[in-house]
Nanobody, 128 residues
Framework: DVQVVESGGGSVQAGGSLRLSCTVS????????LGWYRQFPGNECDLISI???????TYTDSAKGRFTISLDNAENALYLQMNSLKPEDTATYYC??????????????????????RGQGTQVTVSS
């Protein structure tokens, strides 16, 4: 079975940093696209970043300049470094692993939410 586990969330003050981690077992990253998305209270889905199988990274405007996605293939782990956090970043953060047979040229948040392997999420709360 594929297991995806996110960790590293917590409560921080505005301007602080967190590093989210995602470990995957039962599945290798080869030929997969990987990403992070978040869900706000009320279940609004917000795409954060994608790293494709060939290493290309994309960020949404809300993440550019503040968040950095990275990958450790040897550890089967994905990370999201989040700096300069704002109260509006408060959400549940999810890691998504898109297997090769579901890869897309372009992604919307719903694609990661509905098509990828994902975990239970990790809560990030940013206070002002």
């Amino acid at each position: 079975d594929v297991q995806v586990v996110e960790s590293g969330g917590g409560s921080v003050q505005a301007g602080g940093s967190l590093r989210l981690s995602c470990t995957v077992s039962g599945f290798t990253f080869e030929d997969s696209d990987l990403g992070w998305y978040r869900q706000f209270p009320g279940n609004e889905c917000d795409l954060i970043s994608i790293i494709t199988a060939d290493g290309a990274t994309t960020y949404t405007d809300s993440a550019k300049g503040r968040f950095t996605i990275s990958l450790d293939n040897a550890e089967n782990a994905l990370y999201l470094q989040m700096n300069s956090l704002k109260p509006e970043d408060t959400a549940t953060y999810y890691c998504a692993v898109v297997p090769f047979y579901r890869r897309r040229k372009n992604y919307e948040c719903a694609h990661l939410r509905d098509l990828a392997y994902r975990g239970q999420g990790t809560q990030v709360t940013v206070s002002s």
